[in-house]
């Protein structure tokens, strides 16, 4: 097969829409083994295998010479370059999983519930006779939410807002990369890693009530959290956490928009159908630990696996390509599964249920205001502007 066929699904004009794209292309291949070592699954019941599999995973930790490392990027005493359990295997994936999920209880979720929404009402009263809900809504909010959650000063919020953008527009598979967003991420991640070591010092002496806090402080069986640990982990909450939600909002309003306006059945199922519909997360990989197979296709160990996770959320076996808010949630991958399951899972939910239940409260009457456009990430699928008229 020419991989460049597969390339394509994910060309610049097909940034609109790429369902119909997908659709041809699974149907064709739910399984695709695009050169030796490189397979595309599509089909829901291929990807969900790959995610929940435990012969695959990620390619183990390489060890780089600390003279070789980036300069400000974490290393444990042996030298070997700290990475975010989001890209480790058992037993370190369990390990800091566990830890992590000790500090970011649903608790210290439901208790954000609300300061979310004071902060959504504002954005909206705030937001005038007719505004780009991205700039006004959908990238503040999770932002803000995620600040403070962690317990970074305001002050502080718009430098980190920045990096963190700089960072998700990096986040693309090698083949879809555009060489121009490499260098503001590794730089942006400097900063970050910088910037939370000195923050996690300043906690370590005087605790406050944040995530931060917690994560310095969290032990399991005498196991804590290493200085890189924290720093990597801290990373990657504020990555994961922040344009995918933005993404869900966007994507949601866009659709509500589309198909009736935001004044929808239950916000709660409006989340879910967003997240099948139009997820905020459009790929991510697995490497074959071993040699293993997909339905009836080998495949080799050392493969890298793409899973086509907006692709498979449309598969007849999990939903329709049609928008229905009101549907009863059914199965989706857009948080993943398996180990791996997005641990932001019900912040997420209760950001996405609160912003479409104040729009649909606050402005009932809201319209589109011209074409929509889109960012040029793939993996993160989401809206540069989306512009509104109240329709007070
Ligand atoms: C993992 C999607 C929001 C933290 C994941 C994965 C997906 C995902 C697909 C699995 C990736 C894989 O298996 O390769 C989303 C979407 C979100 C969202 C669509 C919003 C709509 C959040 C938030 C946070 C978060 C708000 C935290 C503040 C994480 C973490 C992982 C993860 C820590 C890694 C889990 C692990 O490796 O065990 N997310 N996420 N996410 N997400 Fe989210």
């Known amino acids: ?34 050169s030796e070592q490189m397979f595309a699954v599509s089909g829901f019941a291929e990807a969900t295998q790959v995610l929940r599999d435990p012969a695959f995973g990620h390619p183990e930790p390489e060890y780089l010479d600390p003279a070789d490392r980036l300069p400000d990027q974490p290393v444990d005493e042996s030298g070997r370059v700290v990475r975010a359990f989001l890209s480790l295997n058992p037993p370190d994936h369990t390990r800091l999983r566990r830890l992590v999920a000790k500090a970011f209880t649903p608790r210290m979720v439901e208790r954000l519930t609300p300061r979310i929404e004071e902060l959504t009402a504002s954005l909206i009263d705030g937001a005038g006779e007719s505004f780009d809900v991205m700039t006004s809504l959908a990238k503040p909010l999770p932002v803000e939410v995620i600040a403070e959650l962690l317990g970074v000063p305001l002050d502080d919020r718009e430098r980190f807002a920045e990096w963190s953008h700089a960072m998700a527009r990096a986040l693309d ?14 730089k942006a991640r400097q900063s970050f890693v910088a910037y939370f070591r000195e923050l996690a010092e300043q906690r370590r002496g005087s605790p406050g009530d944040d995530l931060l806090s917690a ?4 032990s399991d069986a ?6 890189g640990e924290l720093l990597v982990t801290l990373t990657l909450l504020l990555i994961a956490g922040h344009e995918t939600t933005t993404n869900l ?6 659709a ?16 879910e159908e967003v997240l099948r519909y139009d997820s905020p997360v459009q790929l991510t990989a697995r490497t074959a630990l071993r040699d ?7 495949v080799p160990a050392g493969s890298q696996v793409i899973v086509l996770i907006g692709a498979a959320n449309r598969d007849p076996a999990t939903g329709p390509e049609t928008f229905d808010p009101s549907r009863a949630p059914g199965r989706h991958l857009a948080f993943g599964q398996g180990i791996h399951f997005c641990l932001g899972a019900p912040l997420a939910r209760l950001e996405g249920r609160i912003a479409f239940g104040e729009l649909a409260r606050r402005l009932p009457g809201l319209k589109l205001a011209g074409d929509p456009t889109w960012n040029a990430t793939t993996t993160l699928r989401g809206l540069a502007t989306l512009p509104v008229v109240s329709g007070k």
Do not use: K
């Not at 509500?256 to 989340?271: I, M, Q, S």
């Open 173 to 186: 598979p090698s083949f879809l990369q555009h060489p121009d967003t490499i260098e503001p991420a590794v």
């Open 292 to 298: 293993t197979e997909l339905g009836t296709v080998a």
């Open 222 to 227: 005498g196991d804590v959290l290493s200085e």
């Open 249 to 254: 909002i966007g994507n949601g309003v866009l």
């Open 256 to 271: 509500l928009l589309r198909h009736g306006g935001v004044v929808a059945a239950d916000p709660e199922r409006v989340v």
């Open 1 to 34: 097969m020419d991989p460049q066929e597969f390339f394509a699904l994910f060309a610049a004009e097909r940034r609109p829409d790429p369902y119909p794209a997908y659709r041809e292309w699974r149907e064709r291949f739910p399984v695709a083994r695009l």
């Open 215 to 218: 994560l310095v402080a969290v």
